[in-house]
């Protein structure tokens, strides 16, 4: 793995000095959040190149491409779609990935290097070194810096907890004890203590899930009390470290924990009442503050395609390498793509994405803070260039899906049989897939399945392209002798 840069160091600091850590940063200033640290730097700029499959030779960018990364896979937040993009820059240039035995490193169980397929500890013998961690876990930064080198660039994404909410109902339906028991998400939130039981099986699904996710720990007020059920105990609890690193930065703290209709680049931001559940949250601001030292880029579900401008730049990739398609999607549901904004709601769904991020308020927190953020940062990189690029990777896209697919979009699963592009179904809802056209040159094919392969497919191919399976000669059998 190698040292430790000091700022990684600085993340694994034990909690000592919580008071001291808290007056330093509410003394930082919001501005320091949207302007120190990486927002110095001046981002380069994007190339498309005009034919549809990849050619050799591009324009070389101003920087080496970052090839050493750490996502963190939250769920329901269009999460997968980044995975394929993962899977498919690995793939094509024979980078190794840290891969779980099955699908998930022992989710929900917090992350342990044991769990990487392959994994050697230190002094247990040589190697060779991992590119890419990016398969479901909840993260936990200790044992990551046992699997990936300190440099590694690490990012994660995050969802409005109201569309989370509504994802989530459907998908883990059959999974949380919370959701199973409720007739429907409008009748859990309105009164979801009398379906959700912390630490019951599933129900870490049913709130907070991308602070769950997160592998943050519970403010005070919400840990469970003497006399009332206790949630299993993780044997590696998650530590708050008391220092950050050199790129942490503060919200202002009546704008996090007051959230009122703002306007950043002419994007609202919804209020919530989830605000009334923040009042006393200095713990909340802290863990963000960490969150900020320790996570390069936090992509938002609801600008995805302009996050995804921003995660080409800070890499030094070309935009093609972050053109494809989306996966997991449900039919009728979508993953992102649309701005937070209750405008076109009915009073009622208005009234249920209230509920559902005043009950997921740790969520909420998050959402808020990395929204703010990514819109610092797109100010920083020019909003009309980033327009233009965000056209180009659009057009882009459609002109794959053109050239590639049945019909231009996916499609329900019942039209796919070839069973290596059938995605997983779970859940209540049906999760589209493709179906790809016939005709395609040889070069052609290969890259369109690349594009079309499911999560759980594209990690089997991974798995045996580093794993190959092992030949096993039968062993001649010796002749008896005669009685």
């Not at 001046?42 to 996502?71: D, E, I, K, N, Y």
């Not at 999460?79 to 993009?85: G, T």
């Not at 105990?233 to 008391?242: F, G, H, T, V, Y």
């Not at 559902?356 to 929204?371: E, K, M, Q, S």
Request: net charge positive; charged share 20%.
């Amino acid at each position: 793995m190698g040292p430790l840069s000091p700022t990684r160091t600085m993340r694994l600091w034990g909690p000592r000095s919580l008071g001291v850590a808290l007056g330093v940063f509410m003394t930082i200033g919001f501005a320091l959040q949207l302007w120190g640290g990486p927002f110095q730097r001046r981002l380069p700029g994007l190339q498309l190149r005009q034919s549809w499959a990849s050619t050799p030779g591009p324009a070389v960018p101003p920087c080496p491409p970052r090839q050493r990364l750490v996502f963190l896979k939250t769920h329901k937040s269009g999460s997968s779609s980044v995975l394929s993009l993962l899977h498919r820059y690995g793939d094509r240039r024979g980078l190794r990935f840290a891969l779980p035995a099955r699908y998930q490193f022992g989710y929900p169980k917090l992350f342990q290097a044991s769990r990487v397929k392959g994994y050697l500890p230190q002094g247990g013998g040589t190697q060779p070194p991992f590119h890419i961690l990016c398969h479901h876990m909840r993260f936990n930064l200790k044992e990551v810096l046992q699997v990936m080198p300190s440099d590694s660039f690490f990012f994660s994404i995050v969802r409005d907890p109201a569309a989370l909410a509504r994802s989530a109902f459907s998908y883990y339906k059959s999974t949380s004890s919370a959701f199973r028991k409720s007739p429907s998400l409008a009748a859990f939130l309105d009164n979801p203590r009398a379906f959700y039981q912390p630490g019951a099986r599933g129900d870490h699904y049913a709130r907070n899930l991308l602070w769950f996710d997160f592998g943050l720990p519970l403010p005070p007020e919400m840990r469970t009390k003497r006399g009332n059920p206790h949630p299993p105990r993780d044997p590696n609890p998650p530590q708050l470290p008391s220092g950050v690193g050199l790129r942490a930065h503060t919200l202002d703290p009546n704008a996090l924990f007051h959230p009122v209709p703002t306007v950043a680049d002419g994007h609202s931001q919804t209020s919530s009442s989830a605000s009334l559940d923040l009042r006393s949250s200095s713990f909340i601001q802290w863990n963000l503050a960490w969150l900020d030292s320790v996570f390069d880029l936090v992509l938002v579900a609801e600008y995805f395609d302009e996050s995804l401008v921003l995660l080409a730049d800070a890499l030094c990739w070309g935009l093609d390498d972050v053109v494809g398609f989306m996966h997991n999607a449900q039919a009728g549901g979508g993953q992102g793509g649309s701005a937070v904004g209750d405008d076109g709601l009915t009073a009622e769904d208005r009234q249920l994405s209230a509920r559902a991020r005043a009950w997921n308020n740790l969520d909420w927190a998050l959402y808020v803070h990395f929204n703010r953020s990514l819109w610092a940062r797109i100010k920083q990189y020019g909003q009309s260039r980033l327009d233009s690029a965000v056209a180009e990777l659009r057009a882009r896209r459609e002109a794959l899906a053109k050239h590639c697919l049945v019909g231009g979009e996916a499609l329900d699963p019942k039209y796919i049989t070839d069973r290596r592009f059938r995605p997983f179904q779970f859940g209540s809802g049906k999760v589209l897939g493709y179906v790809l056209r016939s005709g395609l040159s040889l070069q052609d094919q290969e890259e369109c399945e690349r594009l079309a392969t499911p999560e759980l497919q594209y990690k089997d191919k991974l798995d045996a392209k580093q794993f190959p399976p092992t030949v096993s000669v039968p062993l001649k059998t010796s002749r008896l002798p005669s009685p």
